[in-house]
């Protein structure tokens, strides 16, 4: 049951502009989102998060939108370095429920 | 401060083989996750646990695999008779409680080669 979806398998963007990684859910019970950022060979890494009660959560250059009345979040990186590619996956919960997971987008920032 | 370890990182069993793939929490964490990712593909949920309990199973294929975490040692997770299809990367992740508001920190992953 795919109740996280991150329909775009990948995005290049140039170095300095932004990156925009896109994550809808379909379980209304879904309180807490979260990115994680993926290097190869490694373990996910959790990135930044955000709960149902906000709209907006910001770290640095990273910054996380939710929309619950469309059941999208995004993540918004900007200015993207070279350092930041890698795999992002979207993920929510539930209090009585476990973390899903998207199935990633690969993102490639270019010099 | 160890992070969560998973062993072996690499394992290479041939089809009918078993596997076992070892998980060890963060300190004060109680909780462990599996998680399996094929290639080309997101991770998918297997087995969720607490110390000698199973939570959620649902992600678990129905024969072959079974997941433990005793009360002393490593999570477990085991794989009977695999097959090349098991081959994947299964990563491990805990938390200290389960809230809905939890980070899931995760192992480096242990992958499996059938051949």
């Known amino acids: 049951d795919q109740q996280v979806k991150q329909n775009s398998p990948s995005l290049s963007v140039q170095e300095g502009r932004i990156s925009i990684l896109n994550c809808d859910y379909t379980n209304s019970m879904f309180d807490y989102f979260l990115w994680y950022k993926k290097y190869p060979a490694e373990g996910p890494t959790f990135l930044i998060s955000?709960?149902?009660?906000?709209d907006k959560n910001e770290d640095g250059r990273f910054t996380v939108f939710l929309n619950k009345s469309a059941k999208h979040l995004s993540l918004h990186i900007v200015p993207s370095q070279p350092g930041d590619s890698a795999v992002y996956f979207c993920a929510a919960s539930a209090i009585i429920n476990d973390m899903r997971f998207g199935a990633g987008t690969r993102l490639t920032v270019k010099p | 401060n160890a992070g969560v370890m998973q062993n072996p990182r690499h394992l290479v069993r041939r089809r009918g083989q078993e596997a076992r793939l070892r998980c060890s929490p963060m300190k004060g964490h109680s909780h462990v996750y599996w998680y399996r990712q094929l290639p080309e593909e997101g991770l998918k949920f297997m087995v969720y646990?607490?110390?000698?309990?199973?939570?959620?199973e649902s992600g678990m294929p129905k024969e072959r695999f079974s997941a433990e975490f005793p009360k002393e040692g490593p999570s477990i997770l085991r794989i009977q008779q695999v097959v090349r299809g098991d081959s994947a990367a299964y990563f491990c992740?805990?938390?200290?409680?389960?809230?809905?508001?939890?980070?899931?920190?995760f192992g480096a992953g242990s992958r499996l080669t059938v051949l």
């Open positions: 955000i709960s149902s009660i906000k």
């Open positions: 646990l607490q110390k000698e309990n199973i939570i959620d």
């Open positions: 992740a805990s938390s200290p409680q389960f809230s809905g508001a939890n980070v899931l920190t």
